[in-house]
Each structure stands twice: as C-alpha cells, then as structure tokens.
C-alpha cells in the first residue's frame, strides 16, 4: 500500500476549506492517513503541552504512535491527541490586526502597583 | 568460544531467553529506515531495541554464572558476538526472514504473546535474579503484544489485499508455531508444570486474536523445530555473519 504523506502547516486548516470537517475530503487520496496533534503532560500538577504531530489511522493508532514518537525519552505522564481537522487556527494574515492593538498597552500589565512586603508570591 | 557442552538448566535457559530476544531483536532493526511509515518505524525500531535490552540482561546474568562454574572470563558480548550457530537456542521462527509488514507483525505478535505468559511465569521463579530481569521486561512485552495485536486486526480485518497478504503471512509461519512449547528438558526444569499453562494461555490468546481479525487458522500442526537444540535455518547463519562480523574481525573493539 503506497501511503501518500502531505505536510500541513499550522494555519492551513481554516484557510483551506472554510469548515474544518470537510477538509477530510480534500486530502490527496483515499490512501492517506489523517494528521493528529499530539499534547504531552510532562508530569503531575502541569498542563498538556503541544509537542508535535503525526500521521496515523485513527484514534488508537494515534495513540500508539504518539507514545513511540514523542514519549520515548520518558517526556511524559499523559498523552492527548487530537485531529488536526479540529483545530481552528489564526490566520498569520491576521496578525497585524489581532496581535499588534496589544503591543503599546503595557498598562494592562499589572505592573503599576507598589506591592507591600508582606504579600509574597506576586 | 562455545556453550554447547553446559549442563546447567538455568544457564541454558537464560541463553535461549537471551537468544530469542537477540534475534528477534536483529531482524527488527532490519527495518529501521524501512517502516511503511515514520512513526512505525519508530515503533518497531523501538521494540527492536526493547527487545536487544532485554538480551542483554539475560547475557550479562548468564555470562556471570559461566565465568562463576568455568573460570573463564566471559562477558554479554562473548555470549552475542563469539558463539555460533549451533550454540544459539532460539526459536527458528525468531530467524525467519521478516518478509513484508503483515508477516514481520505477525510474529512479532506471535513471539511477544508467548513472551507475556512466560515472562508472568517467570516473574515469580524462585530465583529473584531471573525473576527481576522477567519482570522489567513485562512492561514492555505488555506494549508489544498490544501493539502487534492491533495490527494484526487491522490488517487481518483491513481490505482484501491486506487480508490475502495476512493469510500467506499465516501460511508462512504457522509451521513455526509449535516449536515454542514442544519444550526442552532444561525449559522444564525452570518452569515445573507451569510449561502446560503458558502453552494453554498463549494458544486461547492466538486463536481468540486471529479469529477476531477474520483469518483462518491453518489445520496443518505440523512442527518446523530443533532451534532450541542449535540446529538452525539456514537464515541464522547470515544473521551472525552479519551481527558479529566487527567483532570477529576487530575483537574486542569499542565504539
């Protein structure tokens, strides 16, 4: 069985067809295995973190895959995958307009304030 | 060197464990850069060296009790790289060439379910050293039968192609089947009655896999054998060629 691999991109989900679910159709062939996004917990008490993709059947194999690929170095405790169909992105376009309205307001940093010394932590 | 002439039941046992594990574990690699896809090459380079590890620990504990009864200064390595064919123990499935995807799953599906009820057996043998290695290697087994098993659905269960090459692949090996618990005087010294049960559990967990997967098990018992008493395939001998052929030619070289 020839297995056809195509790189996605992060971003490229939303741009390609307007709902994630129909982006299944416009894979190249039927032969082709979907994308999945693999979230790892390094340990106890820590968020998921995004670690990588791969390619794999479905849910289990996914699974499998994620533990051979990105857990062999005893990276974590706990593993999620996702389709990458299901993630929405931002469109790197988009940036200036989303991102930038940010940049000059370091007043919403909560920085301004004199801390007394008995509150720690901060 | 040569391990032919030993007595000991425990040391030939840890060698044929050792064996089956090396090999297994060779021909494996063989597919390292090869795998249908990234991540499975991966995951079967992974069990590969799963496999190599667990080798070692038989080697190293076998290679003490050597040194201990002989007084020749033996190490894992010698065990690996200077014996030869007659001297391995392991099963002739082990050396088998892999063949395509379907047929390298497949055995390893078979030789990793074998592995699980051995190695619970062992797990609770009177000797603690044997019992450790045993139990370390569990944890992996565990992943390997499960990983082997799914593909074994998969492809069993799959598209007709993948089905017909699935049933070849059965073809090919079934005759290597029973060689696993057709067992050995020294095989039952260590295990004591408990041989009858791994052979039980491990034939339930075959035929329930395979019928689940939709392939016909084949009627034919006949037993393909003498691995375990060193008389090997031809295959084993290109393996060992292959696998220790720097350390014959530069002995004792590290890297």
């Not at chain 1, 679910?21 to 295995?33: F, G, L, V």
């Not at chain 2, 078979?110 to 592995?115: A, D, E, K, L, N």
């Not at chain 2, 049960?197 to 392939?215: F, R």
Request: with cysteine; net charge negative; hydrophobic share 35%.
């Amino acid at each position: 069985m020839k297995i056809g691999i195509r790189k996605f991109f992060y971003g490229d989900y939303g741009e390609e067809k307007n709902s994630a679910a129909e982006s299944t159709a416009s894979r190249e062939t039927i032969n082709e295995w979907p994308l999945w996004e693999v979230f790892i917990r390094s340990k106890q008490g820590l968020d998921h973190k995004h670690a990588g993709s791969l390619h794999a059947a479905d849910a289990a194999m996914a699974m499998e895959n994620a533990r051979d690929v990105y857990t062999r170095r005893n990276e974590g405790v706990s593993i999620w995958i996702v389709e990458s169909k299901y993630i929405h992105a931002s469109n790197p376009d988009d940036a200036d307009a989303l991102f930038d309205p940010a940049n000059d307001k370091i007043y919403r940093h909560p920085s301004f304030y004199d801390l007394p010394d008995e509150v720690k932590h901060m | 060197m040569t391990t032919k002439q030993i007595k000991n039941p425990l040391i030939n046992f840890l060698l044929q464990l050792g064996d089956n594990a090396l090999i297994m574990g060779h021909r494996n690699s063989e597919w390292c850069g090869h795998g249908p896809v990234l991540e499975q090459d991966i995951a079967l380079t992974n069990i590969a060296l799963d496999q190599i590890g667990q080798a070692r620990n038989f080697y190293q504990y076998a290679a003490t009790l050597i040194s201990e009864s002989s007084g020749e200064k033996l190490t894992e390595d010698s065990l690996a790289y200077l014996r030869d064919s007659w001297d391995f123990k392991n099963c002739l499935l082990t050396e088998l060439p892999n063949g395509h995807w379907g047929q390298t799953i497949l055995k390893q599906f078979f030789v990793s379910t074998y592995q699980y009820y051995l190695y619970q057996e062992l797990e609770i043998n009177s000797d603690l050293k044997l019992a450790g290695i045993a139990s370390k290697s569990l944890k992996e087994i565990n992943y390997h039968v499960r990983w082997s098993s799914e593909w074994v659905l998969r492809l069993g269960d799959g598209t007709s192609e993948s089905k017909q090459k699935m049933l070849a692949a059965l073809e090919t090996l079934w005759p290597y089947i029973n060689e696993w618990t057709i067992f050995t005087d020294y095989e039952i010294e260590i295990l004591g009655n408990k041989h009858q049960s791994i052979k039980e559990k491990w034939e339930e967990k075959i035929h329930a896999v395979l019928n689940e997967a939709g392939l016909i098990i084949p009627s034919d018992a006949y037993a393909q054998r003498g691995g375990k008493q060193g008389n090997h395939t031809e295959h084993l001998g290109y393996i060992l060629a292959e696998m220790q052929f720097l350390q014959r030619a530069y002995p004792n070289s590290e890297w």
